[in-house]
Every structure is written in structure tokens, then in C-alpha cells.
């Protein structure tokens, strides 16, 4: 038997940091994501191959059934790859006790389809196929292995932009027609460096603010940025949104601090100081960035659904 399972990359376009607290933020599902096929075996147990954009083995390893039965523990900065797996495993298992406790085993083949330095959602997109292959909420996996906010999970599941917001600890999900007719003028560069979102996670929750008035502040903008039309206002938006999130967490925007040159706008996506940047432009942002040494400019249509 095979079955396949599949779900969406992410860029937050609005809301980073401030999604923990409550804030709306937009979501963009990406065109990139991640696939997980199953095969029965005649053996228990588990025989998984990871396999990155190229086609190449990144990661493999056996797995026994006494292994998953095991304790878990939380992931560290300094967990293995197959600590964190097995870590994912077990959660389910907890959600859905008879996950993975019969005698059939699995040979199992985890498919990227992006670079996995492009912190595009490699973790996210596995939790979300785990949890289908489970049955269990993928939302509960996630705050049980990892933490976070679960907008990427629900950028896992959707086909199109969204609003994404935590309500009462409840993650609630709207789809949204987010098609700026300025979206040719849109590119996202990646900084060639994955930055390490639960850093990031910790240096904005050990900041003294008002957090109730930074999520008004970045709900407000998102629902702006949702109905902006002209690229100008749209800019304001961005630069707006920029200067909350500087000043909340005490560190320079990025434009300023790598691109003070550039004559666009530059916005941080996800946690500040690696993975994607949004940049307004024309046909000369890609040589731009490339001659600042960021070879990796994607258009807005090559990378969002």
C-alpha cells in the first residue's frame, strides 16, 4: 500500500513576533512544500529517507517500535535530527494512542521541494503530514514538540493567502483574496542564512512593551495591507510595520542595516536577520541584490500560491 501526503512552505507577510499575541497577520502559502509517501513493510517498525529539492538523501534512519514507546523530551538548539523526529513521533502517539502501535511497519520517503536553508517551513510541513497520517490536530502537535504560533501549519493546509490569528489560545483561519494588482513589482530574497526562529521567539518575549497595543497596532495593518491597492501606500504599510517591530525588539531593520542604498522597500519576514526578505522593485531589483552577493531573488509569483 502507498499512500502520500502533502503540505504547503510559508512566508508571513505581516504579524512576525506579534502572531504569538494575538496579532491578525497575513499568511502566504507557497507553491513549495514538502511530501511524505508511505509504503506497508513486512518488518515493524520505521525505515525513513529524507530526501531534499535534488532528489538527494539529507537524512535517513531505522526506527523500532521500542524506541517509539519510549520518553520524550523536548527538542534543544543542540537536538539531532533524529531526536527531533522521534520527539514528533511520540507526541503523536499521545495525541493518538494507537499510532504506530500495531505490527505494520513502514518504509517512509519525506520529499522537499525547496532548499532546506530557505526556511520555508521544512518542520511545519512534516508536523502537518505526520498529523494527517495520524488523524490528530495538527496544531496540538506543533505546540506539543515545538511551540509557535501555528500559522504555518495552517499555511500547510490552505491553497491560498490567508489571515491568521490566535484567539483565545484558538487558532482561527481565514481564507482572503490577496492579489495586489502591484504584485509584478514584489520580490523575495533570501539572505543566505537560515535564522533560528526560537532565538528569535526568546529576544521578543524578553522585551519589556505594550503588548496590546503592538497587536492592535500590526492588526491594523494587516487588515490595511489586505485591501492596498497602490504600491506607494503599500510601501508605508511595510515601512510602518518595520519601525513597531524595530523598536519593540531594539534592533535595526534590516534595510537600514544591509541595504540603506536600495531605493525600494525592504521588509523582514519571520524572525529578523535571516531567511526571506520582501523588497519592493522593478526589473532591476534582481541585480541589485545579486550584486550585493544574494543571488536568490524570487518574483511573486514563483514562490506564492
Known amino acids: 500500500m502507498k499512500t502520500t501526503y502533502h503540505s504547503h512552505g510559508k512566508l508571513l507577510l505581516t504579524g512576525e513576533y506579534a502572531v504569538l499575541d494575538g496579532a491578525l497577520s497575513l499568511g502566504l502559502p507557497c507553491k513549495y512544500g514538502q511530501g511524505l509517501t508511505l509504503h506497508t513493510a513486512a518488518s515493524p517498525g520505521l525505515r525513513w529517507t529524507s530526501l531534499d529539492h535534488e532528489q538527494n538523501v539529507w537524512f535517513e534512519t531505522t526506527i523500532s517500535p521500542i524506541e517509539l514507546a519510549e520518553?520524550?523530551?523536548?527538542?534543544?538548539?543542540?537536538?539531532?535530527?533524529r531526536e527531533t523526529l522521534l520527539n514528533i513521533l511520540r507526541e503523536a502517539?499521545?495525541?493518538?494512542?494507537?499510532?504506530?502501535?500495531?505490527?505494520?511497519?513502514?518504509?517512509?520517503?519525506?520529499?522537499?521541494?525547496?532548499?532546506?536553508?530557505?526556511g520555508l517551513?521544512?518542520?511545519?510541513?512534516?508536523?502537518?503530514?505526520?498529523?494527517?497520517?495520524?488523524?490528530?490536530?495538527?496544531?496540538?502537535?506543533?505546540?506539543?514538540?515545538?511551540?509557535?504560533?501555528?500559522?504555518?501549519?495552517?499555511?500547510?493546509?490552505?491553497?491560498?493567502?490567508?489571515?491568521?490569528?490566535?484567539k483565545n489560545s484558538r487558532p482561527i483561519v481565514e481564507s482572503v483574496v490577496f492579489d495586489p494588482p502591484f504584485k509584478e513589482q514584489l520580490y523575495f530574497v533570501y539572505l543566505n542564512k537560515k535564522q533560528n526562529s526560537r532565538e528569535g521567539i526568546a529576544n521578543y518575549r524578553s522585551k519589556t512593551f505594550d503588548h496590546a497595543s503592538l497587536v492592535d497596532a500590526i492588526s491594523k495593518i494587516t487588515e490595511a495591507?489586505?485591501?492596498?491597492?497602490?504600491?506607494?501606500?503599500?510601501?508605508?504599510?511595510?515601512?510602518?510595520?518595520?519601525?513597531?517591530?524595530?523598536?519593540?525588539?531594539?534592533?535595526?531593520?534590516?534595510?537600514?542595516?544591509?541595504?540603506?542604498?536600495?531605493?525600494?522597500?525592504?521588509k523582514s519576514l519571520?524572525?529578523?536577520?535571516?531567511?526571506?526578505?520582501?523588497?519592493?522593485?522593478?526589473?532591476?531589483?534582481?541585480?541589485?541584490?545579486?550584486?550585493?552577493?544574494?543571488?536568490?531573488?524570487l518574483s511573486y509569483t514563483d514562490i506564492v500560491l
Open 270 to 297: 519571520g524572525a529578523w536577520g535571516g531567511d526571506f526578505i520582501l523588497a519592493t522593485g522593478d526589473a532591476a531589483t534582481k541585480g541589485y541584490f545579486e550584486k550585493k552577493g544574494f543571488p536568490t531573488v
Open 225 to 266: 495591507v489586505v485591501l492596498c491597492t497602490e504600491l506607494k501606500e503599500f510601501e508605508i504599510l511595510l515601512l510602518e510595520h518595520e519601525q513597531l517591530l524595530a523598536k519593540t525588539l531594539e534592533l535595526p531593520r534590516i534595510q537600514d542595516q544591509l541595504f540603506p542604498d536600495y531605493t525600494g522597500c525592504i
Open 121 to 166: 517551513g521544512s518542520s511545519s510541513t512534516l508536523l502537518n503530514n505526520v498529523a494527517q497520517w495520524a488523524g490528530i490536530n495538527p496544531y496540538s502537535l506543533l505546540w506539543n514538540a515545538f511551540g509557535g504560533s501555528g500559522y504555518d501549519i495552517a499555511c500547510a493546509q490552505e491553497h491560498r493567502p490567508l489571515l491568521y490569528q490566535l
Open 71 to 81: 520518553g520524550i523530551s523536548k527538542p534543544s538548539a543542540t537536538s539531532t535530527t
Open 93 to 118: 502517539q499521545k495525541l493518538h494512542p494507537g499510532f504506530l502501535k500495531d505490527a505494520t511497519g513502514y518504509d517512509v520517503t519525506t520529499q522537499l521541494e525547496f532548499p532546506r536553508e530557505w
